[in-house]
T-cell receptor, first 115, second 115 residues
């Protein structure tokens, strides 16, 4: 899982509560990404950030928010507006995103369960 | 639109036999192609990539993949499967013309290697 850490590994929340997932990398990568993984659907991009203080919506951004105040950190908040938040969340990073040949490196993931 | 298809949800193979995990893609420009592996409750690990050059790409753990432009395929192969290769495999593509630098993932193929 390289130099990317995600915490916590498992997270349980009640419906209606916001929750923040942590992602930290020490790889000095410029770009960071958040994916959601559901069984049989592969990975879907939530948000991504190519540089500090800038981020873009991915394919399923509704109900989520992010910040990128530091190069090494890219926290994801799952808000109460997300209708089906229970999933496995993966954070990734890569070198300069303009060099699109660079592969992404993934963290170990956070499994969020909302009841 | 960019897309990746992994037509098999699961591939079963006996240990010692060759294995193939299929992937086809659709992009408007030239593709950059990647294979990742995921073990249970873990993040994705990079296996190999095709950017340009030789159509046969060698990667980690004895895996290789063959890029076939006419068939728009990038199948993952290994000459002799190990039980420890049992995992979930994802194919991913980037379109060289896509300025968002997004990585599009297939839905995944579960590989089961029986002793």
């Amino acid at each position: 899982d390289g130099g990317i850490t995600q915490s916590p590994k498992y997270l349980f929340r009640k419906e209606g509560q916001n929750v923040t997932l942590s992602c930290e990398q020490n790889l000095n990568h410029d770009a960071m990404y958040w994916y959601r993984q559901d069984p049989g659907q592969g990975l879907r991009l939530i948000y991504y950030s190519q540089i500090v203080n800038d981020f873009q919506k991915g394919d399923i951004a509704e109900g989520y928010s992010v910040s990128r105040e530091k190069k090494e950190s890219f926290p994801l908040t799952v808000t109460s507006a997300q209708k089906n938040p229970t999933a496995f969340y993966l954070c990734a990073s890569s070198l300069n995103p303009r060099e699109i040949t660079y592969e992404q490196y993934f963290g170990p993931g956070t499994r969020l369960t909302v009841t | 639109a960019q897309s990746v298809a992994q037509p098999e949800d699961q591939v079963n193979v006996a240990e010692g036999n060759p294995l193939t995990v299929k992937c086809t893609y659709s992009v408007s420009g030239n593709p950059y192609l990647f294979w990742y592996v995921q073990y249970p409750n873990r993040g994705l690990q990079f296996l190999l990539k095709y950017i340009t050059g030789d159509n046969l790409v060698k990667g980690s753990y004895g895996f290789e993949a063959e890029f076939n432009k006419s068939q728009t395929s990038f199948h993952l192969k290994k000459p002799s499967a190990l039980v420890s290769d049992s995992a979930l495999y994802f194919c991913a593509v980037r379109d060289i013309r896509d300025s968002s630098y997004k990585l599009i993932f297939g839905s995944g193929t579960r590989l089961l290697v029986r002793p």
